[in-house]
């Protein structure tokens, strides 16, 4: 017997020692590739801006004195926020370090709870499997960095399914363990909105699976650690915002419905990266792998005198149902991504349901007598070295006919750096140099329309008299991130489609306008609420006196008027009080961009 456990000992140690350098390996290429691609989006800048305005006394806001939620994850800004003030280093360089670092420690985690899950104390070798194909697809290694969320959701994802593997393997669970465990997975909704989907179904497992003793009191109490965060900070979302959810998914409609450029998103990172032949191989290599082990269930499951129920119960609390679990999230999050039609940006909304698929083969058993296996997984690094090289947008602008871009290439190209990494790489962006010297020359203030030239603003100028100081500046353009970083915070910015502007928000979509570019008020009605002068010649040529007029009266509409105070009104109990009443109605509340059509809607009285 001792000479047996000699042996096993033996062949352990190579077998842990291949594991902890397949980790290392696969780690250091997706540090490596992830730094060779560093970038910051004009996205994240633009959660830079809000960052800024929390260390400077204003709130998480994007515009002092506008409660707009701009920022989809509130994790991400409160992390970039923490770790800002922590090291005070320029903002660019703690979300570039932040989010590379997060993605990498994804992988270890992922793998880790891959390892644990194929018994990594057998005579096997484990081999990095699903993680390869993973770093190997070019928009993850792009949203590396970035300075969006990405990193943080597939950390948070990876995290929950190693800790998940080890609770279903375990014996026994402390009580720190277990509440720590469902703390962890109630911090989902704050992670990124459509993460509560992984997050509710994990709770759900732990919260129906057996408990030793006082099952009632413990299921209790994990409702309540659970929800104690997210539940807090809801509360004061609806009534500092007046929203339930942020305002990005008011502005992109997240509960509507496009199918079919759903399916065209998907379709533009699986085909050409030939996706699906990764994901076939390592699915049927571990369907072959778990028959060939033959593990029969304890007597318990299978034991007709035991209850339906009971049985389902210890189920939940077994690797099967974990990675049922993180399987059937990965699908559910793509079916709602092609619903809502998808992204403009290359694959990124399809990067944590990716890694969901891929978390059960993050490494593969290789036993010592399996040649088949070997052959799977020789051909998965072959692929992964035909996929990391691919370009999957090609045309001259990085930019699809379906209006789907490669962000990095294309900023990379627009700007002249290899690596937009500071908000002064984007002065070079078409307009924003134009911008700020255009600001300069017009020290009274005004609204800053942009031109179709790349050299100058059109300047709507305050009406007379211009109080001390100036009327201040107000610039109107897409391009929240570039603009509102290269600018100082007393400078507002607000964009057509209402990321940061609620009017634009609460406007229609366009039904068939590229995705997540689907509204645009026109500059009309922010030359009105700007409160600038709106008679010709002091206007752009395209903007018309008549459609202006209109607009001014659109916007005496009282519920249009009771929407933006929720935003613009003093933060008083009575006001965050009806904003929490209210928040669900001003999430439903739509405005016509067509001044007449909104008149009509809103009944309101046109003056003679």
Not at 11 to 27: K, Q
Not at 192 to 213: D, F, N, Q, S, Y
Request: glycine fraction near 8%.
């Amino acid at each position: 017997m001792s000479e047996e456990l000699a042996v096993a000992r033996k062949t352990r140690r190579p077998s842990r020692a291949v594991l902890v350098g397949g980790i290392a390996l696969t780690a250091a290429l997706f540090a490596i590739g992830g730094w060779q691609r560093r970038w910051i989006a004009d996205d994240g800048l633009t959660v830079l801006r809000t960052v800024r305005n929390l260390l400077a006394g204003n709130g998480p806001v994007f515009n002092a004195g506008e409660r707009v939620e701009v920022n989809t994850s509130t994790a991400w800004t409160y992390l970039i926020w923490f770790f800002g003030w922590l090291t005070q280093a320029r903002l660019e360089y703690v979300v570039l370090g932040l989010a590379l670092t997060l993605s990498v420690t994804a992988i270890v985690f992922a793998m880790l709870g891959s390892a644990t899950l194929w018994g990594g104390g057998r005579a096997q070798l484990l081999l990095p499997a699903g993680a390869l194909v993973y770093i190997a697809v070019p928009p993850v290694r792009d949203y590396a960095t970035s300075g969006l969320e990405s990193g943080l959701v597939i950390c948070w994802l990876a995290v929950l399914w190693w800790w998940l593997i080890r609770w279903s393997l375990a014996e026994k669970t402390s009580l720190a363990g277990l509440f720590g465990l469902s703390f962890f997975a109630g911090l989902a909704p704050l992670i990124r909105p459509e993460m509560t989907l992984v997050g509710a179904l994990a709770l759900l497992m732990i919260w129906c699976a057996p408990l030793p003793v006082r099952p009632w009191m413990f299921r209790a109490l994990i409702v309540v650690v659970a929800g104690l965060v997210p539940v807090a900070y809801q509360i004061w979302r609806m009534g500092y915002y007046g929203l339930p959810y942020p305002n990005t998914a008011v502005a992109k409609d997240a509960g509507g419905a496009k199918w079919r450029q759903g399916f065209g998103y998907l379709w533009n990172l699986v085909g050409p990266y030939w996706l699906w032949v990764p994901l076939v191989l390592l699915g049927v290599a571990a369907v072959v792998v778990v028959r060939s082990r033959r593990i029969d269930a304890p007597s318990s499951w299978s034991d007709p005198e035991t209850k339906p129920v009971l049985r389902l119960r210890r189920w939940l609390r077994t690797p099967a149902a974990v990675v049922a679990l993180v399987l059937g999230s990965g699908v559910l999050l793509t079916v709602y991504e092609i619903r809502v039609g998808g992204d403009f940006m290359h694959g990124r909304m399809l990067l944590p349901q990716l890694f969901c698929l891929l978390l059960p083969v993050m490494v593969l058993p290789l036993p010592y007598s399996r040649r088949a296996m070997a052959i799977v997984l020789a051909a998965t690094a072959g692929w992964a070295l035909f996929a990391a090289g691919v370009t999957a947008i090609d045309s001259d602008n990085r930019i699809s006919s379906s209006g789907i871009a490669d962000e990095r290439l294309y900023y990379a190209m627009t700007t002249g750096h290899e690596h937009p990494v500071l908000a002064e790489d984007y002065l070079d962006y078409p307009r924003i140099r134009a911008m700020i010297g255009d600001i300069a020359k017009s020290p009274n203030g005004g609204l800053l329309i942009n031109s179709p030239s790349y050299r100058f603003w059109h300047v709507v100028p305050p009406p007379t008299p211009v109080p001390a100081g100036g009327a201040g500046h107000t610039v109107y353009y897409l391009n929240l991130g570039m603009a509102g970083m290269n600018m100082p915070l007393d400078v507002r910015v607000i964009d057509p489609m209402g990321l940061a502007y609620p009017l634009a928000a609460h406007t229609f979509r366009f039904p068939n306008a590229r995705i997540g570019h689907d509204k645009n008020l026109d500059a009309d009605w922010a030359v009105v609420d700007a409160g600038m002068v709106d008679k010709n010649p002091w206007m752009p040529w395209f903007i018309d006196e008549g459609w202006v007029s209109r607009a001014r009266i659109a916007m005496t509409c009282p519920e249009t008027q009771d929407l933006l105070a929720s935003t613009r009104a003093p933060l008083t109990v009575d006001r965050f009080g009806r904003n929490i009443q209210r928040s669900l109605g001003y999430a439903r509340y739509r405005i016509d961009r067509v001044p007449e059509n909104e008149i009509e809607r809103c009944d309101v009285v046109t003056p003679k």
